[in-house]
């Protein structure tokens, strides 16, 4: 992308093997263009809002006015940004503040993995439908030391049978339940 020389922007970096770009039309086929060249796969996603990036900001800003109303406060779990890669603090207007920039600022999906995984953290399971995300810290982390990854719901199986196949991973892992 730096040597494209297009206004094309990473919203998403999702992991090694998926990225989702945003730009104008002409300059999106161009670089798809390119990609495909070297050997990258793209696709259309069905929607042209520039989630993710800093043209989304007034967007994001009536967001922020929502925001106000909620009540923010200190968690009982850690929970990671994506925009910074790092830990949500305790403070409710810096926790609103972040909340609110993350709609403009790039998905660090991939980083976010990799910062947790070499702060300790080896077991994943992803707690959403269909099990995107669990590919995705799969293909983050291919190639580290054994982590266990599992999503709670897939396409495969219906939900109880896959509740079962996630807690039957979980407690041959040795996972503490």
């Given amino acids: 992308l730096d040597d494209c020389d297009m206004d094309i922007m990473l919203a998403i970096d999702n992991c090694p093997n998926q990225i ?14 390119e990609l495909g060249k070297l050997g990258g796969l793209c696709a259309r996603l069905p929607f042209g809002r520039a989630y993710h990036t800093p043209l989304f900001e007034g967007v994001s800003s009536a967001f922020g006015k929502f925001y106000q ?36 600022s790039c998905v660090r999906f991939r980083e976010t993995i990799e910062r947790m995984h070499s ?14 995300l669990t590919s995705f810290v799969q293909d983050t982390l291919r190639d580290s030391d054994s982590s ?14 896959q509740l079962q196949h996630t807690l039957g991973r979980l407690f ?3 996972v503490e339940m």
């Fill in 20 to 33: 989702v770009l945003f730009g104008q039309n002409v300059e999106i086929e161009k670089v798809s263009v």
């Fill in 119 to 132: 702060e300790g953290f080896r077991v994943f399971i992803e707690a959403g439908p269909a099990g995107n």
């Fill in 172 to 174: 041959a892992a040795g």
């Fill in 69 to 104: 109303t909620a009540d923010f406060g200190p968690g009982h779990t850690q929970l990671y940004s994506c925009a910074t890669t790092e830990l949500f603090n305790d403070d409710s207007d810096d926790i609103r503040a972040l909340a609110n920039s993350q709609w403009s």
């Fill in 148 to 161: 266990l990854v599992v999503a709670s719901n897939s396409r495969r199986r219906a939900g109880l049978e």
